[in-house]
């Protein structure tokens, strides 16, 4: 089972930065994929990005250019770098990891990955 833990979430102005992480309690190593979603009040949970263990990387179109996730050389923390936020961003933010390897906009569903962090909250004012 792997643990992972969100941390980087606060509060910021239209136009601001945040980095998330999430610390994995092992590598993803070339078997897993892993993603970060978020979940607005009345709302459904979306996925963000996900990167896979050969790092390639995929983004939903509402964070293209504004958003990169990457992960660090061992594999066991991944890193969500949010620029020029905007309200619409206001979520909680979770962190989440499946043992396969996805390369397309499928590995964006929430329903697909096995293990979930507890969450960091993302708000952003005008």
């Known amino acids: 089972q792997v643990q992972l833990v969100e941390s980087g979430g606060g509060s910021v102005q239209s136009g601001g930065s945040l980095r998330l992480s999430c610390a994995a309690s092992?590598?993803?190593?070339?078997?897993?994929?892993r993603g970060w979603f978020r979940q607005a009040p009345g709302k459904e949970r979306e996925g963000v990005a996900f990167?896979?263990?050969?790092?390639?990387?995929i983004y939903a179109d509402s964070v293209k250019g504004r958003f990169t996730i990457s992960q660090d050389n061992d594999k066991k923390t991944v890193y969500l770098q949010m620029k020029n936020l905007n309200p619409e961003d206001t979520a909680m933010y979770y962190c989440?990891?499946?043992?396969?390897?996805?390369?397309?906009?499928?590995?964006?569903?929430?329903?697909?990955?096995?293990?979930w962090g507890q969450g960091t909250r993302v708000t952003v004012s005008n």
């Open positions: 092992e590598s993803s190593g070339t078997t897993n994929t």
């Open positions: 990167i896979n263990g050969y790092g390639s990387s």
């Open positions: 989440a990891s499946v043992p396969r390897i996805y390369y397309d906009v499928f590995g964006l569903r929430p329903g697909i990955y096995d293990f």
